[in-house]
């Protein structure tokens, strides 16, 4: 069995602050760890994601997300939030390495809120 | 390149109607997933095709759900009679089959709203 626990609903931070979006999982098997983010009406766009490679994990748009197995969380992080980061992520995990939708479980999602 | 189109992307029906969403995925994609987000809630797994064949439908909630992949192409998923509980969003990805790791890309949403 494995699950998802993303720790805030809603985070407000101002425009050029750091971003913190905490995860915490658990997994019966090596996960597959992911952020995804979605914007009004856009599909969901991957982030990142960890596969048992490097436990710090750079993705698009400035994010990155370190792997910590021994406090099974994989945060989300962003030096300098910017007004079009504005938006919901979700933390999942897969117990699946062959990638694709395969056994996805979704966080409840976090919205991101950029104060001007 | 087309990424994975749904529509619609909305509809409101009444509870007891029929209502078909259509999810067309990116071309070559052999696997297609429907996931749903119920208000308030987790997204949710439905069911998995690879290409015409059900892979795996352990999320379908019950029998008023119909999927369908004819041809391996687009993918249609049918609610009849709807229920006021199926409210929700309903994603739709794709993928390539037999890359580990490979990343799934998902559709913008259809947002159903029975009333």
């Known amino acids: 069995a494995q699950s998802v626990t993303q720790l805030d609903s809603h985070v407000s931070v101002s425009e050029g602050t750091p971003v913190l979006l905490r995860c915490n999982y658990s997994?019966?098997?090596?996960?597959?760890l992911f952020w995804y983010v979605q914007h009004p009406n856009k599909g969901l766009q991957l982030l990142l994601k960890?596969?048992?490679?490097?436990?710090l994990v750079k993705g698009i748009n400035g994010f990155e997300a370190e792997f910590k197995k021994s406090e099974t969380s994989f945060h989300l992080t962003k030096p300098s939030a910017h007004m079009s980061d504005a938006a919901e992520y979700f933390c999942?995990?897969?117990?699946?390495?062959?990638?694709?939708?395969?056994?996805?479980?979704f966080g409840k999602g976090t919205h991101l809120i950029i104060q001007p | 390149e087309a990424g994975v189109t749904q529509f619609p992307s909305h509809s409101v029906i009444e509870k007891g109607q029929t209502v078909t969403l259509r999810c067309d995925p990116i071309?070559?994609?052999?696997?297609l997933y429907w996931y749903r987000r119920v208000m308030g809630k987790e997204i949710k797994f439905l069911l998995h095709?690879?290409?015409?064949?059900?892979?795996?439908e352990s999320g379908m909630p019950n029998n008023r759900f119909l999927a369908e992949r004819t041809g391996g192409t687009y993918s249609t998923l049918k609610v009849q009679p709807a229920e006021l509980e199926d409210s929700g969003v309903y994603f739709c990805?794709?993928?390539?089959?037999?890359?580990?790791?490979?990343?799934?890309?998902f559709g913008q949403g259809t947002r159903l709203t029975v009333v």
């Open positions: 990805a794709s993928s390539q089959v037999g890359k580990p790791n490979t990343e799934a890309f």
């Open positions: 997994s019966s098997y090596s996960p597959s």
């Open positions: 960890y596969t048992s490679a490097a436990t």
């Open positions: 999942v995990v897969s117990s699946y390495s062959g990638g694709g939708a395969d056994g996805l479980t």
């Open positions: 071309s070559g994609h052999d696997n």
């Open positions: 095709f690879v290409k015409e064949s059900k892979q795996d």
